[in-house]
């Protein structure tokens, strides 16, 4: 027995002793030529993948070898473009990484909810080489977004309609991102739709079992992220949206005048021209076109809670509802004498305050 525990043992240190020689020259530098190439590091990269990516572009002996390395020794890894060499060890490439010791910077941007995708358009041009123009227009190319409808399960023909303002408006999830500043238009669009499906897919399953397409979920969804700051609002706001247009009600949303009308609320007057400009996203129109109606696509970028409230909503059974403009409350009603009086009192309740 004590044989056979000696050999046990033996073979135990072998191994030990193998493996240690083997991270010692996996740890080692490649080659003694300087033979410098670029190697990028885009944004949300893990650490496997990027040991993995050395040692794919020759840079490294081994990527098992650098992940113990990493797993021991952490290090907030930052994306960019570097200039290595594979007589370079492992260590002094993470050194690089680390401190950030770039040949390409990256750019940080912020898309927030309810934003347009014109407001996108600006936010990419100020501080990417990329114009406004550019931005639209690649999302509108007709052959470009056939191919985005093929990758990504959420897209359908709906965005191919020749009368949307904008194709991937409401697509395109609101967050912080960053991109190298080469960036181009389709990398931007690219992590914009590839974040989506990150957030959307835990939902997949009640998405695509609901009765409603995606593109008019989330069509209601900026609706209701327009008209309604809280959850608990959000969710009964879309029950009384669901209501109507289930009765062959209108919709009677402001906010999809003025973005028919291609106004800013807070900016532009709500104007007699406004209301009843007749075009597929009013749904204030009272001649019955828009009865029972969705817009014809979104009308911003609405918050994963607004998606959820839009798909939950409220077991209340409301057929209005105002908002206090100086407050942001907003309050529900069952019949329009209702919802009138309540706008009458809220137009006092401003005026005095």
């Known amino acids: 027995m004590k044989k056979v525990l000696l050999i046990i043992g033996i073979l135990l240190l072998f191994v030990i002793a193998a493996l240690a020689g083997y991270y010692v020259w996996s740890m080692d530098a490649l080659s003694t030529e300087e033979n410098i190439q670029t190697f990028v590091i885009e944004p949300g990269t893990t ?48 050194n690089k990484f680390t401190t950030g010791d770039v040949k390409i910077n990256t750019v940080t941007l912020t898309f927030v909810e309810g934003q347009k995708v014109m407001d996108y358009a600006k936010v990419v041009a100020d501080n990417l080489n990329i114009s406004e123009d550019e931005f639209i227009n690649q999302m509108a ?51 914009l739709l590839d974040n989506t ?55 009677g949303s402001d906010v999809t005048a003025y973005y028919g009308d291609h106004k800013e609320m807070g900016v532009d007057e709500l104007t007699w021209e406004v209301l009843y400009d007749k075009n597929p996203y009013n749904t204030r129109l009272t001649d019955g076109s828009m009865n029972g109606k969705l817009p014809i696509g979104p009308i911003c970028s609405p918050s994963l809670s607004s998606i959820t409230a839009t798909l939950n ?41």
Not at 208 to 221: G, K, P, Q, V
């Open 47 to 94: 650490k496997t993948e990027i040991a993995k990516d050395l040692e794919e572009a020759g840079l490294i002996r081994s990527q098992y070898g650098l992940l113990v390395y990493l797993f021991f020794n952490g290090g907030n890894i930052q994306a960019g473009e570097y200039e290595l060499s594979a007589n370079m060890t492992p260590v002094e490439m993470l």
């Open 141 to 191: 190319d007709q052959t470009y977004l056939e191919s985005l409808i093929s990758e990504y399960w959420f897209l359908s023909d709906a965005i191919l309609n020749p009368e949307l303002y904008y194709p991937l408006e409401g697509y395109l999830f609101p967050d912080t991102y960053e991109f190298l500043e080469t960036a181009t238009v389709t990398d931007v669009i690219r992590t």
């Open 197 to 251: 499906e990150r957030k959307i897919e835990p939902i997949r399953e009640q998405i695509e079992a609901n009765e409603h397409s995606f593109h008019e979920i989330l069509t209601m969804a900026s609706i209701v992220e327009k008209e309604a700051n809280t959850d608990s609002d959000r969710a009964t706001v879309a029950q009384v949206f669901w209501t109507r247009l289930r009765d062959n009600w209108s919709l």
């Open 313 to 353: 909503p409220s077991a209340t059974n409301y057929y209005f509802f105002v908002a206090n403009v100086c407050t942001g409350e907003v309050f529900f009603q069952n019949t329009n004498a209702e919802f009138s009086n309540k706008v009458k009192e809220l137009q006092q309740v401003c005026a005095q305050n």
